[in-house]
């Protein structure tokens, strides 16, 4: 009962939001993002009338909710893009993620050694700032993409593209962070040796697999009699791709990425094709996606904005701007137009997925809880990172609407 409630409130509230973003011109993701934040302040003041709904972002149920969506938003994302044209601007991909990584590892650093006061815990703190500011989030890119109808076209591969490798780029340095967090010293070579292969294992079992299985299973499932078997077995594969980079220390959305970009039009016959994204895509949009992105704008919290407002004001200006040089410049070398790279370097600024997560293995960590008594900045860190990724997420897609609008009009 409890669960009917949360889903009946937040569908109907991402809805109505959504439906008025779409009506003033911008994307139905602005909506859904406003929706949390409207509905997170207001059942946190009212948090007696609303106790289940101001608890929401530790409910374990809407946590699990929450990586179903992301799994078939990066699922959806897999199917609507073509491995072919993905690895024909691989090489694009690889240079503008490499600078969307390290200036932003830079600004972020340079940003901590200033602000967090000397202490045997500053070098985490300072990675997790970096860490923070380097990371992109894809489903959040993804999405905008979509609502755009850019996620095909040559800029929206590159995004695609180098928001994953800036994922895995990240996941090495969260797998640092968390060796700093839990012994205080970083993670020897062998470990980013061991972290490095299983990286590598997962890319071959699922190329080999999505090359060679996936047709082969196609056409066994034409002698199935079952409805939907088409479907099933789709999620069965995403599934398991994703238990696997689990599994390898890796995140899961990989995994569900994979399996949609390996099923392909040969895979299955065209109207099976056309049916099994329709209805990937109707779970997706329709119900999952604007639950995720609500859950996102129910994670505002204010606090830091009173205590250390120069901090967070700082924070936000070189996430965007970190992003827009790190990436946008690298696409402008590689020959997009003045307008492309901007698009790009905007899209790869928003954060909020991933960036949340590490934000929250590193509070359950106590790292801002360092040293004693705790520094003004250290102990509002937590809130200033989940202040910057909301910001840089909701303000990403109005940008990219009026940068991609402009580009559409020249």
Known sequence: MELLYILLVLLFVTRFFGELAVRIGQPALVGELVSGIVLGMLVHRYATTFPVLANLPNNPVF???????????????????????????????????????????????????????????????????????????????????????????????????????????????????????????????????????????????????????????????????????????????ALAFSMLAEVLGLHFILGAFLAGLFFVRQTVDPVAYEAVKARVSGVTTGFLAPLFFASIGMHLNLDAIKEVPVFVIGLVLAAFLSKLVGAGLPAYWLHFSKQDSLAVGTAMSARGAVE?????????????????PVPVIVSNMFSAVVIMALVTTLVTPVLLRWILGERRRH
Do not use: C, H
């Open 63 to 237: 946590s699990a909710l929450k990586d179903l969506a992301i799994f078939f938003l990066m699922l959806l994302a897999g199917i609507e893009m073509q491995p072919r044209d993905l690895v024909k601007t691989a090489g694009q991909s690889f240079v503008v993620a490499v600078g969307g990584m390290l200036v932003p590892l830079v600004a972020g650093a340079g940003l901590g050694w200033w602000y967090i006061p000397t202490s045997e815990f500053k070098s985490a703190q300072i990675l997790f700032l970096a860490t923070s500011l380097a990371i992109t989030a894809v489903p959040v890119a993804i999405k905008v993409l979509m609502e755009l109808g850019q996620l095909n076209s040559r800029i929206g591969q590159v995004i695609v593209g180098a928001s994953l490798i800036d994922d895995v780029l990240g996941l090495l340095l969260l797998a640092v962070l968390t060796g700093m967090l839990g012994t205080g010293e970083s993670p020897g070579l062998i470990s980013m040796a061991t972290l490095a292969g299983e990286i590598l294992l997962f890319f071959s079992v699922t190329a080999l697999a999505g090359i060679y299985l996936f047709p082969t299973l196609g056409r066994w499932l034409r002698f199935f009699r079952t409805e939907e078997v088409d479907f099933t077995a789709l999620l069965l594969f």
């Open 356 to 372: 949340l997560i590490i934000a929250e293995v590193a509070l359950g960590a106590g790292l801002f809880l360092k040293p004693k």
